[in-house]
Structures are given as structure tokens and as C-alpha cells.
């Protein structure tokens, strides 16, 4: 199992970026997706997670209203919509999947996204 997240960068408050995971090593299309971020000193959250297809999706409250997780199974990546970021979203922004049978936890090694005026 690989995943590869890509999109990350220095933003200012307010502008947009989106985020990619490239999945490779197992059926993609099979499995739930979620995005965790992880700042300084702080513990690694969850930010978004979405099902199997892409149809059902939750988010943690920071971030209601203005990312959006999706997922095109025909080419194995999900992404992250972040729009109006904060500076409270300076993260590393990881992709997250749990596959098998035994469950077993996959993680990218993550992109860094810094929001700063």
C-alpha cells in the first residue's frame, strides 16, 4: 500500500488550495479515505473522511462549510478542497486508509500546508 499526498504550499488567509492522494498497492475503490492533520505540538486530527464511494462524508467542526473531501475511484486519488483557509489550518495534512481484512492502518507521509499573511 502507497499513498502519496501532493498540493500542499504557503497560502495566505482566505485563498484555496487542493490537496491529492495518490493511492497505489490495493483496491482503492473498496476502501473508506480519510485526511488527518497534524500542527506543532499538537496531536494529529481528523479533518474529513468519506465512504467507500465518495457519497457519504463527515468533517471535523473546523473545517465544516469550507473543505470538501471527494475521491475519483477510476484514478485511485482523493483529494482535499480546502477553501477560506485560517491560519489555524497550518498543518501537515495526511491521507489515511484502513484496508483489509485485519484492518490494518496505511498512511502517506503527508504535505505541509502553512497559511500566513
Known amino acids: 500500500v502507497q499513498l502519496v499526498e501532493s498540493g500542499g504550499g504557503s497560502v495566505q488567509p482566505g485563498d484555496s488550495l487542493r490537496l491529492s492522494c495518490a493511492a497505489s498497492?490495493?483496491?482503492?475503490?473498496?476502501?473508506?479515505l480519510a485526511w488527518f492533520r497534524q500542527s506543532p505540538g499538537k496531536e494529529r486530527e481528523l479533518v474529513a473522511r468519506?465512504?467507500?464511494?465518495?457519497?457519504?462524508?463527515t468533517y471535523a467542526e473546523a473545517v465544516k462549510g469550507r473543505f470538501t473531501i471527494s475521491r475519483d475511484n477510476s484514478k485511485n486519488t482523493g483529494f482535499l478542497q480546502m477553501n477560506d483557509l485560517k491560519p489555524e489550518d497550518t498543518a501537515v495534512y495526511y491521507c489515511?486508509?484502513?484496508?483489509?481484512?485485519?484492518?490494518?492502518?496505511?498512511w502517506g507521509k503527508g504535505t505541509l500546508v502553512t497559511v500566513s499573511s
Open positions: 489515511f486508509v484502513r484496508v483489509g481484512v485485519v484492518a490494518k492502518d496505511h
Open positions: 498497492g490495493f483496491t482503492f475503490r473498496l476502501y473508506s
Open positions: 468519506t465512504d467507500y464511494s465518495g457519497r457519504d462524508s
